[in-house]
């Protein structure tokens, strides 16, 4: 019984890390967009970014994508509201990693989608996971509401809404 107690607080810690790890670098990744922190471009900048892929009005694009980033990280970094983070994280870094880096293939070396696939597959496996004794959602007792269908559902329209951003794409036509 004392090895299961021991399991289940380095679950808890283990979880506890790779959420904040996770969770406060995809923030700080947003802010870098949004507000120009941490060495970012700022907002005026990443809109012009998203207006040369297709994504108008740029500016538009950028601040909800920004906002998704730092609100995905937060949730992720807190525990709270099981699958919601994870799914918005899944969801920006689809865009991310067709949008921008999909063209260059797998490797962040050559700005491959190396990055973003390992933000939403770990945003995908914290939320089929769960987020741990050490989070907000189980000190509110919010835990025991999500279930598997649940999280699989909201993984899923999470996915679906990066599609659709996609599908929002108006790239230009070549000269």
């Given at each position: 019984m004392q090895n299961l107690v021991?399991?289940?607080?380095?679950?808890?810690?283990g979880l506890l890390i790779?959420?904040?790890?996770?969770?406060?670098?995809?923030?700080?990744?947003g802010a870098q967009k949004l507000f120009g922190w941490f060495g970012g471009h700022g907002l005026a900048a990443?809109?012009?970014?998203?207006?040369?892929?297709?994504?108008?009005p740029g500016r538009l694009f950028a601040t909800l994508a920004s906002a998704t980033e730092i609100a995905s990280g937060l949730l992720v970094a807190l525990g709270f509201l099981g699958p919601i983070g994870p799914a918005l994280m899944v969801?920006?870094?689809?865009?991310?990693?067709?949008?921008v880096h999909g063209k260059n293939g797998l490797f962040a070396a050559a700005n491959g989608f190396e990055v973003p696939l390992l933000y939403g597959a770990g945003a995908a496996a914290l939320a089929l996971t769960g987020f741990g004794a050490y989070?907000?959602?189980?000190?509110?007792?919010?835990?025991?509401?999500?279930?598997?269908?649940?999280?699989?559902?909201?993984?899923?329209?999470?996915?679906?809404?990066g599609v659709a951003n996609l599908l929002a794409r108006r790239p230009q036509a070549a000269a």
């Open positions: 021991l399991n289940v607080a380095q679950l808890g810690a790779g959420r904040l790890v996770l969770g406060l670098l995809m923030a700080a990744h990443t809109g012009g970014f998203f207006d040369t892929m297709g994504f108008r969801a920006v870094m689809i865009v991310a990693a067709v949008s989070s907000l959602d189980a000190v509110l007792g919010l835990q025991a509401h999500v279930t598997p269908a649940l999280t699989v559902g909201v993984l899923a329209i999470g996915a679906i809404g």
